[in-house]
Each structure stands twice: as structure tokens, then as C-alpha cells.
């Protein structure tokens, strides 16, 4: 497997995007492909053959088409359910969003924190991916989760500074606030985007973990512990969406500083 090979990255749509900027400030010599399946968003309230299928078809052409060295599943949901047919059907490395999470609980500072909250989509927290992830570590945690089925349209469709955002917002974190959280797991890629808006609802004493920032250390190491390191500065990164969308479009450039080569659409399914 060659170094200089691009990283691949896929999520339902447009919240991947904030694991793409963090890992570009982590890695600068890396180049990336990312594939935002914006045909079938959200992932959330699909069936978990759908979700496996979709996630299938994306990997192979990820690997087909560009010879990724690893593929990054940047959405949660995705993670929750597609990481063991993925990690079957292909002989590279393949990353989910949540088991970094580890070291959130494994650090000297999450040790003082005894009771997490997690929201994220339908799929994602009936999996119970966090709570198994979290428990099996330090069993005398207290994990409180919140399907937040919302999030993802609100945001897809750019109405993350609209008041329906803080009232869905309100809606969602109340439960948890009231178990007396102190911390709160962004448990959806999308999720950061309503990062400002979150925490300036709840108390500032409660810690907001953004798993971007955690998963972009986790490769960087991985990486760098498989000598997969790209070392040139010929790098660059391309956008791809299985259906046309302008708000997708206007984020990547906002969200990216047009940090990218192009944006095209691709037919797959």
C-alpha cells in the first residue's frame, strides 16, 4: 500500500464535513476523497440493510476508483451498524467515528466524569453504541442517550440558526440535562454544526465532546503506528455527492475555506 494514496472518507451527507476540516488541519500532506451520500440523508431512520448496502457500495468505489489507503466512516449511524460487514469485505483499514471515544474515557480528565449524556440519530442510539463502548471501559458510568431524529434535517436543509433549531434543541437536551450530565457526546457528524447553539443552552459546567477533533488524533496516530504517513506536499482533496445540492455545496466552501480541488456528482446507485 502506497503512502501517497488519498485517505477515503463517506458519510450521508454534509456532516462529515467537519471530520474532513479537522482531519485536514491534523494531516496538511494528506489528500482526501469524500463522498457525501446527499441521495439517501439521513441514515438515521434507514433499515440496517439499507444502511450496510449503502455503505458497501460507497467503500468498493472508494477503493475502485481512487486506491484509497483507509476509509474513514464519518457518520455515526454508519458506525453503529455498517463497521463489521465493512471490516469483512475489504483488507484495508476502516475507521469509525466512535471507537476513538476511547480515550475520552481513558484520560486522566474524563475520569472525574461519572455521568454522559449522548445524542444522536434513531439507529445510532438503539445500537447503544456508546453506552457498550463506554460501560465495558468503566462500568460504573451512568450513560443517559437522546435520539435527536431532527438534527440531521435541520441542518441538511440550513436552518441550523433558525429558531425551530433552538426549539428542537430545548426539546432534545432537557431530558438530559435533568439526569445532571457532565458531559454531552456529539453522537452524529452533523452535530457540531449546532455546536455554538448547544452550548450556549446548557451549563457551562458540562463538557461538549466533539468526536471530530478525537477521530482526526486516532488517525494521525494510526497513520503515523502503520507508516502510512504521506510525507509530500502534493496532496489535495476532492468532494463527491450522489445527488446534486446546493446547500451542500455552500458548505463545503464555508466549512472548508474552499480548501478543496472540486465537487462532483457521481451515480452509484
Known amino acids: 500500500m502506497k503512502k501517497n494514496m488519498p485517505i477515503g472518507i463517506f458519510d450521508s451527507g454534509l456532516g462529515g464535513l467537519t471530520v474532513l476540516k479537522s482531519l485536514q488541519k491534523k494531516l496538511p500532506n494528506e489528500s482526501f476523497v469524500y463522498i457525501g451520500d446527499t441521495q439517501h440523508v439521513p441514515y438515521g431512520n434507514k433499515s440496517e440493510s439499507s444502511i450496510i448496502g449503502y455503505s458497501k457500495i460507497l467503500s468498493q468505489f472508494l477503493i475502485n476508483e481512487y486506491k484509497v489507503k483507509m476509509i474513514i466512516v464519518a457518520c455515526n449511524t454508519a458506525s453503529s451498524i455498517a463497521i463489521k460487514p465493512l471490516n469483512q469485505l475489504h483488507d484495508i483499514p476502516i475507521v469509525d ?38 460501560l465495558d471501559i468503566n462500568p460504573s458510568l451512568r450513560v443517559f442517550s437522546q435520539p435527536c431524529p431532527l438534527f440531521v434535517p435541520i441542518i441538511e436543509e440550513g436552518l441550523d440558526g433558525h429558531p ?45 465532546v466533539n468526536s471530530a477533533e478525537i477521530l482526526s488524533i486516532y488517525v494521525k496516530n494510526f497513520l503515523r503506528e502503520s507508516l502510512l504517513t504521506n510525507i509530500s506536499n502534493n496532496c489535495e482533496t476532492n468532494l463527491l455527492v450522489t445527488d446534486l445540492s446546493q446547500h451542500f455545496n455552500q458548505f463545503a466552501t464555508k466549512i472548508l475555506n474552499n480548501n478543496f480541488k472540486s465537487i462532483s456528482k457521481i451515480n452509484l446507485f
Open 97 to 134: 467515528v466512535i471507537t476513538p471515544l476511547k480515550s475520552f474515557v481513558t484520560n486522566n480528565k474524563s475520569k472525574e466524569i461519572k455521568r454522559i449524556g449522548v445524542i444522536g440519530t434513531y439507529n445510532t442510539i438503539h445500537s447503544r453504541s456508546y453506552e457498550k463502548l463506554f
Open 164 to 208: 425551530i433549531a433552538r426549539l428542537m434543541i430545548k426539546e432534545y437536551l432537557d431530558p438530559l440535562l435533568s439526569n445532571n450530565i457532565e458531559a454531552l457526546i456529539l453522537g452524529c457528524t452533523h452535530y457540531p454544526i449546532l455546536y455554538k447553539a448547544i452550548t450556549s443552552y446548557v451549563s457551562s459546567n458540562i463538557q461538549i
